[in-house]
């Protein structure tokens, strides 16, 4: 299994210069902006999500 990914820019300020952080997994420090920020997986979507129309009502 291979490892998961990591970001490739800050989502903050857009720079690249991104560190793992010791604050635990998922955590990460921008030394461009000085922010650290957490990436977390939520979970996956229903597949009947993506063709719901806007708005949530049915299909006419």
């Keep these: 299994m291979s ?6 820019y800050c989502p903050y300020c857009g720079d690249e210069d991104l560190r793992p952080s010791e604050e ?3 955590t990460w ?9 957490r990436l977390t997986f939520r979970g996956l979507l229903a597949a ?3 063709n719901r129309p806007p708005g949530g009502g049915e299909e006419i």
């Design 24 to 26: 635990g997994h998922g």
């Design 29 to 37: 420090e921008c030394a461009a902006c000085n922010r650290a920020f």
């Design 3 to 8: 490892e998961r990914a990591a970001p490739a």
């Design 48 to 50: 009947g999500l993506r």
